[in-house]
């Protein structure tokens, strides 16, 4: 395994595509979690609103730190890891790069693990450098503004970042069963997203009408990633839909479940779609 | 001791209702070049990757170095470059080979050695994408060197080639053979099969209709004479032999002999009063082989 954890780390290192899609995801967070509401803070102030000043500032402040971390995750970061996992396994379909690595030894297990272990390193790595970059930017708004920095509680912190890697963990898994089922990059990407995006916006919003349903909205993977980031504190839309952000908070954060139910389901979906995946590639012809 | 790399039994794969490869036995013997001849869609690549593990069989089996296909014990002594080169677009050939060689489990220095042997170290820092098709074939065949297979399965590995490429490439799987590593390739190209293979099976429909060396294949089919008056000939090489007579154009007659009769069907006929401008065996080339073969199978089936 650890040849080909090597091996597919090489590749996925050197790809374009990670570096691009982990660039869009840290110049998102940036922008949305710190460059907007300071400037939004910068204008309350400007026009005397001290009250939303304080609240703004509070946003971006280090206490805030681990819900900030994962409140874009529930959707942009997720679809970021889906899009990225999709393209990882479905695009060896199209370049028949599967082909070549099973035929120089390792099992399909271990070559696909390899893929899986890799991906699993890189998305780690991202939410590591999401914190990072968090932190440096909560640190250079509170030097700026002369205000004191107040650290999170350790556990808060190891609360957000184990939530942010769940979540992103059952995104990637998501994707990459998709690229192993689609067999196809961009079909893989495309239903991914819509599933993300669209379709499960899209139940919620029915099950506000049709009550049955909403027992199973309450249970699928997007209601679970962003109930686990609404449960550390982000602050989302209501449940049962909405305009995303109209009240404020970010699109895909929710509080339909608590934290416990919400890890426990989400470590639930990412098993389900790596066995899954490695069914498929285990059984299917190549 | 056992010389048998590759043998299959009834090797069978059929898609819905459609048989691709159809109760295949063939068998590839130590450090033979072995040619898998057959027209396009015939079932040549089909076969290939279910004796790599890629595809799995409808029914019968295949056993190669002793063991079960797509194993990894097997795999790891095997070298393949099937359907064509499949390599990251945006690595460059030497890192495309160091991922490889990274699953393979094997070093850096094989992989320049692998540059060195299909001559692309100087266009190894190129990426993958600007590479023209047949240095993506002489990469696809790098890969397959990665690691000193026993056997190497090659599919159609002069592909894209142009004629120098086609050359050294021959040259290459000769040497490769010489050296005791067998290799397994398929190819329309009879030309190439005719010059560089020990023996060839030859695949037609999914079906294995022939597998001889090719020097059997090419096996002189009879006897082809030029004679006058050719009617007194006729008449003359019925007495003479039982063998069929046949009058093809140009004044042409064929007589389905062995060769080593020619001498005594011209005495024969001199005797007879007959003139004999030309007399020889029929020497068949390995296209007018494989054309027959596998033109029987198509009227057949």
Request: charged share 20%; glycine share 12%.
């Amino acid at each position: 395994m650890t040849a080909s954890v090597r091996a597919e780390l090489l590749r996925l290192l050197r790809w374009p595509t990670t570096m691009v899609l982990g660039g869009v995801w840290l110049l998102m967070n940036l922008s949305f979690a710190y460059v907007f509401p300071y400037l939004s803070y910068r204008s309350a102030v400007a026009d005397g609103d001290t009250r939303l000043a304080a609240v703004l500032l509070e946003d971006v402040s280090m206490a805030q730190l681990p819900p900030t971390l994962v409140q874009g995750m529930p959707m942009f970061g997720g679809a970021i890891v889906l899009i990225l996992a999709a393209l990882a396994t479905g695009s060896g379909y199209g370049w028949t790069t599967w082909k070549t690595v099973y035929t120089q030894g390792p099992s399909r297990l271990r070559a696909v693990g390899g893929t899986l272990v890799a991906l699993a390193m890189i998305i780690a790595g991202l939410v590591l450098v999401t914190l990072a970059l968090d932190v440096a930017a909560g640190a250079a708004i509170m030097a700026l503004e002369s205000q004191a920095v107040v650290w999170p509680g350790a556990t808060d912190l190891a609360r957000g970042v184990g939530a942010g890697l769940l979540i992103t963990a059952m995104f990637g898994a998501f994707g990459a069963v998709l690229g192993v089922l689609a067999r196809s990059p961009a079909l893989a990407v495309g239903l991914g997203l819509v599933w993300a995006l669209v379709a499960e916006n899209l139940l919620r919003g029915v099950a506000g009408l049709l009550g049955p349903l909403e027992t199973v909205t309450d249970l699928l993977p997007g209601t679970a990633a962003g109930s686990l980031a609404g449960a550390l504190g982000a602050v989302g839309e209501s449940a049962g839909g909405g305009d995303p952000g109209a009240n404020g908070g970010t699109p895909g954060v929710l509080s339909v479940l608590d934290g416990g139910t919400a890890s426990a389901l989400l470590a639930a979906y990412a098993a389900v779609f790596v066995v899954a995946l490695l069914l498929i590639v285990r059984h299917r012809d190549i | 001791m056992n010389d048998t790399i590759v043998v299959t039994d009834q090797l069978t794969k059929r898609y819905g209702g459609r048989t691709a490869v159809d109760r295949v036995d063939l068998t590839v013997r130590h450090g033979e070049v072995y040619g898998f001849l057959g027209p396009n869609g015939a079932g040549k690549t089909t076969t290939l990757r279910m004796l790599l593990g890629l595809a799995r069989p409808s029914s019968g089996t295949a056993r190669i170095l002793g063991g079960r296909p797509g194993s990894p014990a097997v795999l790891r002594r095997v070298g393949a470059l099937v359907e064509g080169p499949g390599f990251y677009p945006y690595l460059s050939g030497r890192d495309n080979l160091r991922v490889l060689a990274r699953y393979r489990g094997v070093g850096g220095t094989e992989v320049e050695d692998a540059l060195d042997t299909v001559d692309l170290r100087h266009r190894a820092a190129d990426r993958f994408k600007a590479y023209s098709m047949g240095r993506k074939q002489r990469l696809g065949g790098a890969g397959a060197l990665l690691g000193r297979p026993d056997l190497l399965i090659l599919d159609e590995p002069t592909n894209g080639l142009d004629p120098a490429g086609m050359a050294d490439m021959r040259r290459l799987l000769r040497r490769l053979a010489e050296g005791g590593q067998t290799v397994l390739l398929s190819s329309h190209l009879l030309g190439d099969v005719q010059q560089i293979c020990d023996r060839v099976g030859v695949i037609a429909s999914g079906r294995l209709v022939a597998e001889s060396t090719v020097d059997d294949l090419r096996e002189t089919s009879g006897v082809r004479l030029r004679a006058e008056p050719v009617d007194l000939a006729v008449r003359t090489l019925a007495r003479v032999t039982s063998a069929a007579v046949h009058r093809e154009p140009e004044g042409l007659l064929r007589i389905e002999l062995p060769a080593d009769r020619c001498a005594a069907l011209a005495r024969a006929l001199v005797h007879a009063g007959v003139d004999v401008h030309e007399i020889g065996p029929i020497d068949q080339s390995l296209e007018d082989a494989f054309f027959e073969m596998t033109g029987t199978v198509e009227v057949a089936s």
